[in-house]
């Protein structure tokens, strides 16, 4: 007596077991850099940003050029003080420790460049030599964005490589158009940034 063989049919949305491993190792790997990392928010940008063009304006005025160094230097730390508050706010609010590993990373990878900047600076105004001044911060500032960027998002390090080509160019321009250097930077390019962050997470793109 012949017997005959059961027919088999597909199992409809039939999931292998490796797609099945494929999918959860590459969700544990999102999730593991997703913790590594530090986004930075487009309102620190934007808040940035603001100062910036408005010390632009007011070292344009004719009565306050002369003091154009002191009106940046104060920029800088009222910049400075709102986007730290403003990522500190962030990183609360998903949870983050102040003192946890992405934001110290992120900060140690931006303050070399920062702190390089300030050395400079120190050094150059007791001797006079102010027409590099702008050329340098421009061109610091874009060196650590560069160096942050490994840390955060990709358009962090897009944005410091234009922040380098600006402070190369700065160094060569002549003194009268640094200040439009200073505010295309810390202005133009900050809202710029700012808003494309803000647009980008908005519309649900990570």
């Given amino acids: ?29 999102a999730s593991m850099e997703a913790a590594a990392s530090f986004p930075v928010p487009g309102t620190a940008g934007l808040a940035m940003g603001s100062v910036g063009t408005c010390a632009a304006a007011l070292a344009s005025l004719p009565s306050l050029r002369p003091h ?3 009106i940046w230097l104060g920029a ?26 992405p934001i110290r990373k992120f900060l140690l990878c931006l303050c070399p460049a920062l702190l390089a900047g300030v050395v400079l ?32 998002t990709r358009i962090l390090g897009l944005l410091g490589v234009v922040f380098f080509l600006l402070g190369c160019a700065a160094l060569l321009l002549p003194p009268h158009l640094q200040n439009a250097c200073l505010g295309a930077g810390f202005g133009g390019l900050h809202l710029l940034a700012g808003a494309f962050m803000m647009g980008r997470g908005s519309s649900g793109q990570h």
């Fill in 121 to 152: 600076t120190g050094i150059q105004i007791p001797s006079g030599d102010l027409h590099a001044i702008p050329g340098t911060w421009l061109l610091l500032y874009g060196c650590g964005l560069i160096a942050a960027s490994a840390t955060s």
């Fill in 68 to 70: 154009w160094l002191a």
């Fill in 76 to 101: 800088a730390l009222v910049a400075g003080g709102l986007g730290g508050c403003v990522m500190t706010r962030q990183a609360l609010m998903q949870g983050r420790t102040l003192f946890g590993a």
């Fill in 1 to 29: 007596m012949v017997k005959l063989a059961k027919p088999t049919f597909p199992v409809p949305n039939a999931v292998s077991i490796d797609s099945r491993a494929d999918d959860n190792l590459r969700f544990i790997r």
